[in-house]
């Protein structure tokens, strides 16, 4: 069974950053394609960066302010966020996209003042 383990989440301040790191017990070399996901309050689960081995792409909400990266030999998945926003709160899951399998217990982002 894959097992996700999100982290480094926290209260930030807006305009603040943060980078959430995702280790996986999967060889994320083999993976096609993993993703960073968040669910804000009362809202459906979105995908907010993805990675291939040569590509990125990202949601046009985060486009500019998020950087989404892999380390194969850590099997762990990044995302480096800036320029926070309040409506970047929300729990943020990484998954290989689109997802498979249990979702981790995810990571939670506060922007707030």
């Known amino acids: 069974q894959v097992q996700l383990v999100e982290s480094g989440g926290g209260l930030v301040q807006p305009g603040g950053s943060l980078t959430l790191s995702c280790a996986t017990s999967i060889s994320i070399f083999s993976i096609n394609r993993m993703g960073w996901y968040r669910q804000a309050p009362g809202k459906e689960r979105e995908l907010v960066a993805s990675?291939?081995?040569?590509?990125?792409n990202y949601a046009d909400s985060v486009k500019g302010r998020f950087t989404i990266s892999k380390d194969n030999a850590k099997n762990t998945v990044y995302l480096q966020m800036n320029s926070l926003k309040p409506e970047d709160t929300a729990v943020y899951y990484c998954n290989t996209n689109p997802p498979f399998g249990a979702w981790g217990k995810g990571t939670l982002v506060t922007v707030s003042s």
């Open positions: 990675i291939t081995r040569s590509t990125t």
